[in-house]
């Protein structure tokens, strides 16, 4: 059993797609074992990504992260990391495999609508930053 972090992006929310992005991870057979909605700051968003710090992106990139709700979940499953970043599709959604959310939903490199962990250690880390024991039904 593996845990990774989800985030319905602030693009997500404002578009609807909490809806459609939740039942995809319900039909996959993924476990949800936290769940709340959040708005982050934008010292949040800097200390999230901070691993993208000296990226051409990262001011851009943390203040979307930080103009409006978003939600984050804990998944839990069998390779819930590969699963989930399979589920949402490369980080460009032009080049993201038909059927993923990214290539379905997203309009820009950058508001891409899902965020997931790529390791287990980062996902340590990104669970710990949002959620903490008591928080997690498992
Ligand atoms: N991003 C961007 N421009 C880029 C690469 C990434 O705006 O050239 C944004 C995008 O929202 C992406 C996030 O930065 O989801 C984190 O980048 P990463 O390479 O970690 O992609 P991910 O793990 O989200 O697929
Ligand atoms: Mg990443």
Known sequence: MQKTLAIIKPDGVARGLIGEV???IEESGLEISAMKMISMTKVQAQGFYA???DKPFFDS???FMSSGPA???VLKGEN???KWREMMGATN???AADGTIRCD???DIEKNVVHGSDAPETAAFEIGYFFNAFE???
Do not use: C, N, P, S
Request: glycine share 4%; no cysteine; charged share 25%.
């Open 22 to 24: 939740i039942k995809r």
């Open 51 to 53: 691993v993208h710090r």
């Open 61 to 63: 990139l943390t203040d």
């Open 71 to 73: 939600v984050v979940m």
């Open 80 to 82: 819930a990391i590969g």
């Open 93 to 95: 959604y032009k080049e």
């Open 105 to 107: 939903f997203a309009t």
């Open 136 to 138: 997690q039904v498992a």
